[in-house]
């Protein structure tokens, strides 16, 4: 007789991992935003988010297209490039009930939405704010986006001569509240920085670090995208895209660790260490510049605001969701209309 089959873990709601999966992954094999869709998936499991509670936003991007690849249960919308935010701000301003996640690239936030992230990091809009950041638009085959760092070579050997937006620097200065840093293989941190950032209320913007691999065929091999471009008579525009291994990372607080990845770069990670207070937003801020000025990236929680109201707290929003407000709610009476066209005249 076959052994019964454990039951899979259920969380408080009583729902296994499964509830909170997505569609299947149409991604590179190996492309980093796939860990942090992994990662999306087991924090809210985790944390026993109910998914119909959950309003998931992005913009344009391969970044943009993930939240696709988690929470199939939960409301979501796809914006405009760069557009995410005021779509999330909306949404989260008619029904302050739920749980907001954008999802969102460094050319997605940081060339095109600038404007628009600015805007939400001030404004401290409860939501997750995740940025998948690689460097490049990989959607677009690899130009440098407005966060690679100066001498960084693209796929053709062209180094990028210009200064990087630092996102989470930006954020803290602006007014967000959660701020962190995080690397896509490092799933133990990761983890752990999402479900901090899913209790927070208020804006908590996690900046992923999560390679873009297809940039990194080489030009010797035959099954590289240069070789079947040089060599395919196409009958419809169509790329090859190489299968890369996952890089996963494990490593302790205060440790710095060397990360090679596909293409042979190196990426220097340095976690704060334990007893680090998050708190103070000019260390949060120093630290940043001086590992900047190392070359290295520090990865954790570098700044928590618990204290400062959120934007729905400052607008003094009805605690019934707007859009649930009954119209003899929501109507003025044309008592009231007449008294303010007589404030008016
Ligand atoms: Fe990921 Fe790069 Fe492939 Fe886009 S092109 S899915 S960023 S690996």
Redesign the pocket.
Known sequence: MAAPTPNPRTNRLGLVLADYKGGKS???A?????AVSERIVEAMHEMGVPPERVAKFSGI???S?SPAYFLSRSHAFNALHGRMPSVATGALLANRTLVGLGVS?DGDTASIGIGQFVHLMRRNVPMIYVI?D?G?Y??T??QFSATADVGSTSKSGIANELPPIDTCALAIELGATFVGRSFSGDKRQLLSMLEGAIAHHGTALLDVV??????NDHEGSTKSYAYMKDHDEPIHEISF?PA?EDIAVEYDPGATLEVTLHDGSRLLLRKLEEGYDPRDKVVAVRRLMESRARGEVLTGVLYVDTAAPSFLDALRLADCPLALLPEREVRPTRAVLDEVMAEMR
């Not at 190996?30 to 796939?34: D, K, Q, R, S, T």
């Open positions: 149409t991604l590179c190996g492309c980093g935003h796939n991007g391969c970044s297209k690239g998948e690689n490049v990989g959607l085959k690899g999560s390679p873009c691999v297809t940039f895209v890369f």
